[in-house]
């Protein structure tokens, strides 16, 4: 089983920072890839950034990181505006070698809310 979990989500000021986190747990499999994405009120999930994509809106102002040591990914958030308030969701492909297949999880989300 693959639990990802996140944390760091809260209320800011427009300007200012937040730094989101997401930790896997992963026993017998094989975290591949992980990344950020969004869904803020009446609109679709959206990608936010993975290690090698982010999202124009986001481009100068998100990090996206990882410790593989620790299955974390970290999504580092500067200059935030009020359009980018969202619940965040941390997703990961996930490799079974039991399997031999691939598939996704996701997190249960972090709402992260900027005031203007």
């Known amino acids: 089983q693959v639990q990802l979990v996140e944390s760091g989500g809260g209320l800011v000021q427009a300007g200012g920072s937040l730094r989101l986190s997401c930790a896997a747990s992963?026993?017998?499999?094989?975290?591949?890839?992980m990344g950020w994405y969004r869904q803020a009120p009446g609109k679709q999930r959206e990608l936010v950034a993975t290690?090698?994509n982010y999202a124009d809106s986001v481009k100068g102002r998100f990090t996206i990181s990882r410790d593989k040591t620790k299955n974390t990914v970290y999504l580092q958030m500067n200059s935030l505006k009020p359009e980018d308030t969202a619940v965040y969701y941390c997703?990961?492909?996930?490799?079974?070698?039991?399997?031999?297949?691939?598939?996704?999880?996701w997190g249960q989300g972090t709402l992260v809310t900027v005031s203007s």
């Open positions: 290690s090698s």
């Open positions: 997703n990961a492909e996930v490799y079974s070698g039991t399997y031999g297949t691939y598939f996704e999880v």
């Open positions: 992963a026993s017998a499999f094989i975290i591949n890839t």
